[in-house]
Structures are given as structure tokens and as C-alpha cells.
């Protein structure tokens, strides 16, 4: 499968492409967002410089760490990134611990901000699957071509691609790009019900996510291990319980307290 495109002697790798383009759309629509609470954007452009740096620092340096034994060998291949090599996991743990430290420290509430860039994240997650596909990685247990038709949701040039090296694989990034979908759509619709707490958009992101990875991630052969468990099922639990407690403290506050949709609560940040 072609990698990427060629123009002249510059070479664009669609993992690159795909990863670049979700984090472009993102930032655009977050910045939206943002701008019917009044926040700067300039503030808006600041957090999530620093955030999706050290996020996608966190994603590569979660990955390493768990192939340690052939990067402890090839250290020259640790910044080779557009070759694959990020764990998303390890991207919302850093990036979310950037968010909630930068947002500290301009006295912003670190949850309407996650509330807002939520949906958005997960549709760049969405995008981004598409890079692992053409990088002919993050794909299940072998298959065959039969059943992979059977499967009306999945078209035929996803199915072929999955052909590697002769064997047809069950296209997992696939999967999860559409659970990922899905919980975009649920997320916006939710953003739309007037009461809705502060907390409740990033607790549901959480939730459903860590929900739909745990079963994927169950079918993938190129898991990242942690003894003989997992790795991102385990996160999965961890984040799961995480955004299940955020929307148990924040239901616990006094009635129309914390809304997002309210004027009341909204930040307003001037650079």
C-alpha cells in the first residue's frame, strides 16, 4: 500500500497527513466553540499549542517506553514518528495534564475547556485511525475475505487493504474510527441540552471511548503489553471510572450550579 504522496523529491506520509489534518479541524472547531463563552483566542491558541505538543509527546514517549526493548537499541528512531508509533493513551494523559496545569494558571476552569475541545478530540482520534490504516497497522486477528464481506459496514477498499502479506486481518482502526464517530454525534447532541453540567462532555468522552477501546482493543495482535495484560484496557478502566466520577461530583452540586450552557458561568480571558 502506498505510504504516501510523492511530490518531487518531498514525500508525504499519510500517517502524517491524517494525524495533522484531525488536529487542523479540531483547533478550528474548538476555537469556535470557545468563542461563544468569550474566551480569548488568543488563550485558545496558547492552551492548545502546548497542549498538542505534549500530547503528541506523551503519545510517542508512552509507545517507546513500552518497546523499550528495540528503542533502547535504535534511539534514533524515537522521533521517527511519522513512521507510526503513537499511543493515544499516553497523548490524553499528558495533553490533559498540559490543559489542566495551563488552565491553573490563568485561574480558567479546566473542565468547560476539556467540555469544549471533547468533541473535537475525538473526532481528530476519528482521523487520525485512518493513518494507521494506510501505515497497515492497529488491525485484529486474521480473518478472511468472506466474512470481512459479509460485514455490509465495511467497504471494499478497507477490506483489500487489509490484505497484508496474503492474509486478510479484521480492520480494528476501522472500528474504532466509527465508534469515535458515533460518539461525536452523541457528544454535540448532548451539548445541545440546556442543563447540562460543566464536566458531563469530557466525562461522557471518558466513558465512552474507554468503553469502545476496551472491546477493540481485545482483538488487536500489536497491543502494547504491560505483563500479561494489556495496556489500554487497563487505561480504559482507569479513564472509564474517571469520567463516571466527574459526573457524579459534579451532579452533586447544588441545582442549576455549573451549567455550560448558561451565562452565568462563563470565563472571560483577555491576553
Known amino acids: 500500500m502506498n505510504s504516501g504522496i510523492v511530490i518531487g523529491a518531498f514525500e508525504i506520509k499519510f500517517y502524517s497527513f491524517f494525524i495533522l489534518a484531525g488536529i487542523f479541524i479540531a483547533w478550528i472547531l474548538i476555537k469556535g466553540e470557545a468563542k461563544r463563552f468569550n474566551i480569548s483566542s488568543d488563550f485558545v491558541t496558547n492552551l492548545l499549542f502546548w497542549t498538542i505538543i505534549m500530547g503528541i509527546i ?8 513500552f518497546n523499550w526493548d528495540y528503542y533502547s537499541n535504535n534511539i534514533s528512531d524515537i522521533y521517527r514518528i511519522w513512521e507510526g508509533g ?9 495533553g490533559g495534564l498540559t490543559l489542566i496545569l495551563y488552565c491553573r494558571k490563568y ?12 468533541p ?7 482521523l487520525g485511525r ?3 490504516f494506510f501505515n497497515g497497522e492497529a488491525y485484529g ?25 496474503g492474509t486478510y486481518y479484521t480492520p480494528t482502526f476501522y472500528y474504532e474510527s466509527l465508534w469515535c464517530l458515533l460518539g461525536v454525534i452523541i457528544l454535540l447532541i448532548i451539548r445541545r441540552f440546556r442543563r ?44 472509564f471510572l474517571v469520567g463516571l466520577l466527574i459526573i457524579l461530583v459534579q451532579a452533586r452540586k447544588p441545582k442549576l450550579e455549573d451549567m455550560y450552557n448558561t451565562n452565568e458561568n462563563i470565563e472571560v480571558v483577555n491576553f
Request: proline letters at 1%; charged letters at 15%.
Open 120 to 126: 473535537y478530540l475525538l473526532f481528530a482520534q476519528a
Open 58 to 65: 506523551g503519545a510517542r514517549l508512552y509507545y517507546v517506553a
Open 86 to 94: 503513537l499511543a493515544i493513551h499516553g497523548g490524553i494523559l499528558l
Open 107 to 118: 485561574k480558567i476552569s479546566a473542565l468547560r475547556m476539556m467540555d469544549i475541545a471533547c
Open 196 to 239: 447540562i453540567r460543566v464536566g458531563t462532555q469530557i466525562g461522557v468522552y471518558l466513558m465512552w471511548y474507554s468503553l469502545g477501546r476496551f472491546f477493540i482493543e481485545s482483538s488487536r495482535t500489536d497491543s502494547l503489553m504491560l505483563g500479561n495484560f494489556k495496556a489500554a484496557q487497563i487505561i480504559s478502566i482507569v479513564l
Open 130 to 132: 485512518w493513518g494507521n
Open 141 to 165: 486477528a486474521a480473518t478472511t475475505y468472506e466474512h470481512l464481506k459479509s460485514l455490509k459496514f465495511v467497504p471494499d477498499f478497507v477490506i483489500y487493504g487489509m490484505n497484508i502479506n
